[in-house]
C-alpha cells in the first residue's frame, strides 16, 4: 500500500486511547456496604484512571486521546473535575498533552463547563470539528464534542480531509450505527464512512464493549476503563497504541482496571441439603478468584441446577446473600466482593407445586388456579404497569431475576407462578 509518508523521516511514538471512564459514576450494589471491598469498588473508576495516567508518565507516551464520557453526567460535585484536572497536572510535569473529546455523558456535566483545564489539555469544540497538531510528532487529531446529550447528528460527516505527510487521528464518541449493544445510537455513522475517511486511526468510545473493527485503517473502539456492574465483566482496558514511520505497528491493551466483575455459576443440582449449598457457593468463590489476575473479585452468584431444595433457596433469599459475602471475606478483605446471588434453580419434582396438607395445600390450589384467572392477571398487569414503567433504562436492562424478567415482559402468568413458589416456600419452612 503506498504511504504518504515516502521519503518523509518520521518519528515513532505511542500513544493512550482511552474513553468511557465515568469518573465516580455511581456504583450498583453498594448500599449500606462496609469494608475495604466496598470503597475499593466505590473508588475504582478514579484509581483506574490514576494508574492509566501512572502508565503514561512511566512508559513516557507521546499524548493521550480521551474519546468521551470522561465523566458520567451533571456532577455537582467539583471533587470529581478537581480529581480529573490532578492528574492532568501530573501528565502536564511530564510533558505530556491530553486530547479531550465531550460525549454524550459528559455533555451533562456541569463541570465540564466549568472548571479550568491545565494548558496541556486540549477540549475539542462542539460546534464543528477541530483539527489538533502535533508538528513535531507530524500528528493530526480531529474530533467534534458533543453539545448536548442526544447528539443525534452524524458528526463524522463534517470531519475535514487527512493532513498529508502526518499521522491522521479521528476521535469520535459514537455507537457507529447503534449495532453495537444496547447503547443510545447517537453520533451515528458507518464504518464504511470512517474507513473512506482517509485517516490512518479512528479512536471511537460509548460502546463499552472494546474492540478492533477495521485494519488500515484502524477502527477501534476503547472500552470503558474500568467496570462499573455487571454487564461491564470481564476485563476492561485502554489501548497502547504504537506507531513507526507513520504507519501503526501495533495495539496493545492496557489493563488499568482495579475491581473485575464476573458472573460465577454455582451448580446445585447435586446438593441434598442447604449446607451442601453453602460449601459449593464457597469453592466456587474460591475458583473464581483466580481469574481475576490479583484484582478485586466483583461478582454476581447465580445457582443453577434442578434441585429438590429449591423451594427452601427461594424462601432463604437473605441468608444465601449473607454466607456468600461471608465466604468473600473469608479469603480476605479485598480478595473478593458478592453484589448479589441468583436463584436460578429449578424444582427438581415434575409437579412445579407439590399438594401438602391442610393450608398449605388449600393455598397451592388457588395459586395454582390463579396463574389462569384473566381478572387477576388483568389486576396484576394494572398494579406492575406503573412500576415498570419508571424503571430506569439500565434496571430494564438488568433483568437477570426471573420475576422482575417475566413482569417486564408481562408474563403475568410467570409473575404468579414465582409468587405461589416463593409463598409455598416460606410456608412449608415456617411449618417446619
Not at 464504518?191 to 484502524?218: F, I, M, R, S
Not at 466483575?261 to 453453602?278: L, N, Q, S, T
Not at 393450608?359 to 395459586?367: E, G, H, Q, R, Y
Request: aromatic letters at 8%; glycine letters at 8%; proline letters at 4%.
Amino acid at each position: 500500500m503506498f504511504s504518504a509518508f515516502a521519503g518523509v523521516n518520521m518519528p515513532s511514538f505511542q500513544f493512550i486511547h482511552t474513553g468511557d471512564i465515568h469518573l465516580d459514576s455511581p456504583l450498583k450494589g453498594l448500599s449500606g456496604q462496609e469494608g475495604l471491598a466496598a470503597e475499593r469498588i466505590r473508588t475504582a473508576t478514579r484509581t483506574a484512571f490514576e494508574d492509566l495516567v501512572t502508565y503514561a508518565i512511566d512508559g513516557q507516551v507521546a499524548f493521550m486521546v480521551i474519546a468521551g464520557d470522561l465523566y458520567d453526567g451533571d456532577w455537582r460535585d467539583f471533587q470529581t473535575g478537581l480529581f480529573f484536572v490532578r492528574q492532568m497536572g501530573r501528565l502536564r510535569a511530564a510533558n505530556v498533552p491530553a486530547f479531550v473529546l465531550h460525549g454524550n455523558h459528559d455533555a451533562e456535566s456541569q463541570i465540564t463547563k466549568r472548571l479550568t483545564l491545565p494548558d496541556n489539555v486540549h477540549v475539542f469544540r462542539y460546534r464543528k470539528p477541530q483539527t489538533f497538531k502535533l508538528d513535531d510528532r507530524r500528528v493530526a487529531l480531529h474530533g467534534q464534542s458533543f453539545r448536548m446529550q442526544a447528539t443525534t447528528d452524524n458528526l463524522a460527516e463534517a470531519y475535514p480531509p487527512p493532513v498529508k505527510g502526518y499521522f491522521n487521528i479521528g476521535v469520535l464518541h459514537t455507537a457507529l450505527g447503534g449495532t453495537n449493544g444496547p447503547h443510545e445510537n447517537y453520533a451515528p455513522c458507518t464504518l464504511d464512512e470512517l474507513v473512506n475517511k482517509g485517516y490512518d486511526y479512528w479512536a471511537l468510545a460509548h460502546v463499552h464493549q472494546g474492540g478492533l473493527l477495521h485494519e488500515n485503517p484502524h477502527v477501534v473502539f476503547c472500552g470503558n476503563l474500568q467496570g462499573r456492574h455487571i454487564r461491564e465483566a470481564g476485563p476492561q482496558s485502554a489501548q497502547l497504541i504504537t506507531v513507526q514511520d507513520g504507519a501503526l505497528h501495533g495495539i496493545e491493551p492496557l489493563y488499568t482496571d482495579v475491581a473485575r466483575w464476573m458472573h460465577v455459576d454455582v451448580p446445585v443440582g447435586g446438593c441434598a441439603r442447604f449446607g451442601d449449598v453453602i460449601d459449593q457457593i464457597k469453592c466456587s468463590i474460591n475458583e473464581a478468584t483466580k481469574t481475576a489476575q490479583g484484582r478485586l473479585l466483583a461478582c454476581r452468584i447465580q445457582l443453577s441446577g434442578a434441585t429438590d431444595l429449591h423451594g427452601e433457596l427461594l424462601a432463604s433469599a437473605p441468608q444465601l446473600l449473607a454466607e456468600a459475602r461471608a465466604a468473600a471475606l473469608g479469603l480476605g478483605e479485598e480478595v473478593a466482593w458478592i453484589e448479589r446471588v441468583v436463584n436460578a434453580t429449578a424444582s427438581a419434582t415434575t409437579a412445579s407445586i407439590q399438594p401438602d396438607p391442610g393450608v398449605i395445600n388449600d393455598l397451592n390450589v388457588l395459586l395454582a388456579q390463579a396463574a389462569d384467572d384473566p381478572d387477576l392477571r388483568a389486576e396484576i398487569a394494572n398494579d406492575l404497569g406503573d412500576l415498570i414503567r419508571k424503571l430506569p433504562h439500565d434496571a430494564a436492562l438488568d433483568i437477570e431475576d426471573r420475576l422482575l424478567e417475566a413482569a417486564i415482559s408481562k408474563d403475568f402468568g410467570a409473575v404468579i407462578e414465582q409468587a405461589a413458589a416463593y409463598l409455598s416456600a416460606r410456608l412449608t419452612a415456617e411449618r417446619r
